[in-house]
């Protein structure tokens, strides 16, 4: 079993199993008043503050995400040191992956966006030549045109989304150098009877949150490679921006990679049909791999999600904060289950004298 994000911190370790306790009492009317008092500000507060909460919330999954890296230095040199040599390592990688990266990734991107309008000429082309009719080549090149649109405003897109990722990564240093002067203020709110409960739904809160994202960032990076080694291999022009873009996809569960499949089955049908029959062989392969080997592995025992739950998340956090919204909704998903499984499920069952499940359903 991988550490879990009960590496949060060096303090004592968990002391209660999270079960809840036979004994309690019912909540009083003037308590689930208060509590759906609670709950509809709480939203107001949300909308109010969608994106500053969002980025909160990536924040947090990213500390989580190297809690247990950080516990296991922390016994070999202080907590702050080891913090710091944890980002400080990332920074490096950021910067060797940006120096063997970056110059044939923008020489890509530029020859692609000076190729578009000869791409969207012949997509039209082809589409005639194929007996498509008017209204469905009008409304392909539309998009055609729109795609090429987006990727014309994508580096102000990638510049906006790497300023968040600072700001989400120093929001996150510092969490984890606060890490255990919060877990105690936390602790100190409730009685000491009740602190082991609180502090193990806590942990394990946080660890499915950080366990998620680690899981997210290693098949960002496996995908990346196998996708960009495969279409160079098959001779696909613009291979490392294609693959990394599929990359990237794979942030959005279950949509992602179908999203991911159109630019390159376009370019793939612009060079040929053959390329393109080949490419869309290979685009199938890395997608079962992915789906039934990469992913698995790596999410194991990481988030325990019920599978018809992943993609109503991703669907409702788009519909509600569009890409970031999308990006958040499985770990925060994730998060909401723990919170419903160890604290709002055993209340209910306490309030209607239902059994506790050996368990958990969901």
């Known amino acids: 079993m991988p550490p879990t994000a009960s590496d949060m911190t060096p303090d004592a370790p968990i002391n209660a199993a999270v079960q809840p306790s036979a004994a309690g009492r019912s909540p009083s009317p003037g308590a689930i008043a208060l509590g759906i008092v609670l709950g509809i500000g709480a939203l107001a507060l949300i909308a ?18 190297f809690a247990p890296l950080i516990t296991r230095l922390s016994g070999r040199v202080p907590r702050n040191t080891a913090i710091l040599l944890v980002y400080l390592a990332l920074l490096v990688i950021v910067v060797i992956l940006i120096a063997l990266l970056l110059t044939p990734l923008v020489r890509q991107f530029i020859a692609l966006a000076d190729r578009l309008p000869e791409l969207i000429d012949r997509l039209r082309l082809f589409l005639d030549e194929n007996n498509i009719s008017e209204a ?4 392909l090149t539309t998009q055609a045109g729109q795609f090429g649109a987006g990727i014309l405003r994508a580096p102000i897109s990638v510049v906006s ?27 100190s709110l409730v009685g000491a009877n009740a602190q082991g409960r609180v502090d193990a739904i806590g942990l394990e809160m946080v660890g499915v949150a950080g366990g998620y994202l680690r899981g997210v960032s290693i098949n960002i990076a496996l995908v990346s490679v196998i996708t960009t080694l495969g279409l160079g291999v098959i001779g696909l022009p613009f291979a490392l921006v294609l693959g990394i873009t599929a990359g990237l996809f794979e942030a959005l569960p279950v949509v992602g990679s179908l999203i ?5 089955m376009v370019v793939a ?3 040929s049909p053959t390329t393109a029959l080949i ?11 992915q789906g039934n080997v990469i992913t698995p592995a790596v999410m194991r025992d990481q988030v325990h999600l019920p599978r018809f739950l992943v993609p109503l998340a991703v669907v409702a956090g788009a519909g509600v904060g569009g890409i970031l919204g999308a990006l958040i909704a499985v770990p925060l998903i994730a998060v909401l289950r723990v919170f419903v499984l160890r604290v709002v499920a055993p209340i209910i069952r306490r309030f209607t004298g239902a059994p506790t499940p050996t368990e958990d359903a969901i």
């Not at 109010?48 to 995400?65: E, G, H, Y």
């Not at 300023?163 to 602790?187: C, E, G, K, N, T």
Request: charged share 10%; glycine share 2%.
């Open 48 to 65: 109010l503050f969608a994106r500053p909460l969002a980025l909160l919330f990536l924040a947090v999954c990213t500390a989580a995400a």
């Open 260 to 264: 991911a499949v159109v630019p390159i």
């Open 136 to 139: 469905q080549i009008e409304s």
């Open 161 to 187: 989304g790497a300023l968040d990722i600072v700001l989400v990564l120093i929001v996150s240093l510092y969490l984890l150098m606060d890490a255990p002067q919060i877990r105690r203020f936390v602790l």
């Open 279 to 289: 490419t869309f062989v290979f685009i199938i392969v890395v997608q079962q791999v």
């Open 269 to 271: 049908l612009l060079q």
